[in-house]
């Protein structure tokens, strides 16, 4: 049975530039209709058997950050398991629409990365490795990008699991809080959004 579920997450299907495994090519192509200026982008959507304080991780392939941007290519790091305080949940275990939300952040870091010069994209990175304040203005960047790209609804479902999951820390919470837009401003940019 263990050996299935290892051979099920290996599994991956190429797809226009894209390599994403099996497991998740349903969430991730509702994800993807969602950027149509990622069509032409090489991402590959991979599964790592954990992360450390994340579930999903988007960066640019350190081999293709010298190249033109045109060329560049991404990675999503997905954690097999979403383990954090005790909790581990599997993959299989995260509900469809959380899911895709999940996938439209990370899409949305890959928007933010795609509009950067590779020299921008370095400083960039080094930024994020050594600011607090820098990472909290990335991921409200990427919730921004995926609700302008109409993934409000996936982005707010997101939000609610990690916030009203009994079984996660305060700890946690308090750190999803402080990093990522709440609930009330993702509500409050999509009626800004709507009223342009």
């Not at 349903?26 to 959507?45: N, W």
Request: charged letters at 25%; a positive charge.
């Amino acid at each position: 049975m263990a050996t299935n579920r290892i051979m099920a997450i290996s599994d991956s299907i190429c797809l226009k530039n894209k390599i994403i495994p099996s497991l998740i090519i349903s969430e991730v192509r509702t994800a993807l209709l969602h950027y149509p200026e990622l069509d032409g982008v090489a991402i590959e959507f991979k599964f790592k058997p954990s992360l450390k304080k994340s579930f999903m991780k988007a960066q640019p392939k350190f081999s293709s950050l010298f190249m033109s941007k045109n060329k560049r290519t991404y990675l999503i790091l997905i954690s097999e398991t979403f383990k954090i305080d005790g909790l581990q949940l599997h993959i299989k275990d995260i509900p469809k629409n959380v899911m895709i939300g999940w996938l439209g952040h990370e899409l949305g870091h890959i928007m933010d990365y795609h509009r950067r010069n590779n020299l921008n994209l370095i400083f960039f990175g080094l930024k994020y490795l050594i600011s607090s304040n820098y990472i909290r203005e990335a991921e409200r960047v990427a919730d921004t990008y995926a609700i302008k790209h109409s993934m409000k609804h996936y982005i707010l479902a997101t939000k609610k699991f990690i916030l009203n999951h009994s079984s996660l820390s305060e700890k946690y919470k308090a750190r999803i809080r402080r990093l990522y837009l709440s609930p009330d401003e993702i509500l409050l940019l999509i009626k800004e959004q709507e009223a342009n």
